[in-house]
């Protein structure tokens, strides 16, 4: 890290979206990885996620900092929103539940900032986002899926070996096709 840059928490949603995701940070920050998705059903699930960021962070020796792993705190926060469609009411309290605990590991390791690799995908409304994100605390708008990022993030996590999930990841998402 330079003088001039800026520490960034990078909320990782997963390995192979965040591999699309370091090389493309604003110019003036240095990424920490934070992976924090209580959202992940299940605790096997959750830790091959997991292990992917921590192929990339060994790829890239970004520091990675993991969060605690609370899925039932996580099914309280949806209560009631279990049977929204993808996209709907349900993910956005899932964006707003992982990004305040993003904003809040931010303040606590000094980061001026945070952002999520979640943009990237081109299943997730970035706006959406982005509004979880301002209302979680100092969020830096970047949208990873700008300049064919997606398909980035899938050459990129090809070229580092990685699992790539079929599901988002919680329980009331469908399972479809890998995107690539
Ligand atoms: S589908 Fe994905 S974004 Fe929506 S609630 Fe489930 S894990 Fe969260």
């Given at each position: 890290m330079t003088a001039e840059q800026k520490n960034l928490l990078l909320?990782?949603?997963?390995?192979p979206c965040a591999a699309g995701c370091v090389d493309r940070i604003p110019e003036g920050w240095q990424p920490v990885l934070f992976f924090s998705n209580s959202n992940?059903?299940?605790?096997a699930e959750y830790d091959r996620r997991l292990a992917e960021v921590h192929k990339l962070s060994a790829i890239t020796r970004l520091r990675v900092?993991?969060?605690d792993y609370n899925h039932d705190a996580w099914l309280a926060a949806v209560a009631g929103l279990e049977r929204?469609?993808?996209?709907?009411a349900r993910c956005r309290r899932c964006f707003r539940f992982n990004l305040?605990?993003?904003?809040?590991?931010?303040a606590e390791l000094g980061c001026a900032r945070f952002t999520t690799t979640l943009t990237v995908s081109p299943r997730k409304n970035s706006a959406q986002i982005f509004e979880a994100g301002?209302?979680?605390?100092p969020f830096l708008d970047v949208d990873f899926k700008k300049q064919d990022g997606f398909?980035?993030?899938?050459?990129?996590?090809?070229?580092?070996g990685m699992y790539r999930q079929a599901s988002c990841g919680c329980e009331f998402a469908p399972a479809r096709p890998v995107l690539s």
């Amino acid at each position: 890290m330079t003088a001039e840059q800026k520490n960034l928490l990078l909320h990782v949603c997963c390995g192979p979206c965040a591999a699309g995701c370091v090389d493309r940070i604003p110019e003036g920050w240095q990424p920490v990885l934070f992976f924090s998705n209580s959202n992940i059903a299940t605790r096997a699930e959750y830790d091959r996620r997991l292990a992917e960021v921590h192929k990339l962070s060994a790829i890239t020796r970004l520091r990675v900092v993991e969060d605690d792993y609370n899925h039932d705190a996580w099914l309280a926060a949806v209560a009631g929103l279990e049977r929204e469609p993808e996209g709907g009411a349900r993910c956005r309290r899932c964006f707003r539940f992982n990004l305040s605990r993003a904003a809040r590991k931010a303040a606590e390791l000094g980061c001026a900032r945070f952002t999520t690799t979640l943009t990237v995908s081109p299943r997730k409304n970035s706006a959406q986002i982005f509004e979880a994100g301002r209302e979680s605390g100092p969020f830096l708008d970047v949208d990873f899926k700008k300049q064919d990022g997606f398909a980035h993030s899938v050459a990129m996590s090809r070229q580092y070996g990685m699992y790539r999930q079929a599901s988002c990841g919680c329980e009331f998402a469908p399972a479809r096709p890998v995107l690539s």
